[in-house]
Structures are given as structure tokens and as C-alpha cells.
């Protein structure tokens, strides 16, 4: 049985850093294409960064890109999401989600999903 389990969030000052974590089980990493996304209030939901099945490229929304780092260990079977120079606008809910296709950021076409983890950005 697929499971995701994301840990990490919380209220960060502006400028300030999160680590975010996502223990998968039922699978390993490689096999899926595994990613962030994120939904702010009254917002669709978007892709943050993810990690292809295919090669193992990375791929950054452009929202984050600079500024967030996405890496796993394998031996952990644990997806990271560092997030750096925090701002109120990334205030969300950020989910970990995995699928068996390489479906980039299209947080649509990803069928497993954590519960998610709550990042509020504020001074």
C-alpha cells in the first residue's frame, strides 16, 4: 500500500528557512516520479519541484526556483524539500505526491498523495 507522510511544516518568519519531509512506504523512490506541490487560500493547488522516474532530472516551479532544493534519501525512503528566503506569499499547504509516470508539475495527473503539512509565512 502506497503511503505518504509529510512532517516539517510551520511558521517561519520572512527571510527564514524550512526543511520539509515526506517517509514514503509501499515503494521506492526511484520507481515513482515523486514531488512538492502546494495550495495557498483560495488558490489551485501548484507544482512546486519534482524528481522524474525516468533519469532523475529536477524540475522547479518558477515561483521557487533559486530558492527551494529538492533531494531524497534512498536509504530512508525520504523526500526533503528545503526551502530558503521564505516569503508570505509561500504560505500553503504542501503536499508530497507520487505517481508511477513522469507527469511533471502537473499536480493533476499524480494519484498518491500525503496529507500535507501546513508552511505559514509571517512576521
Known amino acids: 500500500q502506497v503511503q505518504l507522510v509529510e512532517s516539517g511544516g510551520g511558521l517561519v518568519q520572512p527571510g527564514g528557512s524550512l526543511r520539509l519531509s515526506c517517509v514514503v512506504s509501499g515503494f521506492t523512490l526511484d520507481a515513482y516520479a515523486i514531488g512538492w506541490f502546494r495550495q495557498a487560500p483560495g488558490k489551485e493547488r501548484e507544482g512546486v519541484s519534482y524528481?522524474?522516474?525516468?533519469?532523475?532530472?529536477?524540475f522547479y516551479g518558477a515561483t521557487v526556483k533559486g530558492r527551494f532544493t529538492i533531494d531524497r534519501d534512498r536509504d530512508k525512503n525520504t523526500l526533503y524539500l528545503q526551502m530558503n528566503r521564505l516569503a508570505p506569499e509561500d504560505t500553503a499547504v504542501y503536499y508530497c505526491a507520487a505517481a508511477e509516470r513522469d507527469y511533471g508539475l502537473d499536480w493533476t495527473l499524480y494519484n498518491y498523495w500525503g496529507q500535507g503539512t501546513q508552511v505559514t509565512v509571517s512576521s
Open positions: 524528481i522524474s522516474n525516468t533519469d532523475g532530472s529536477i
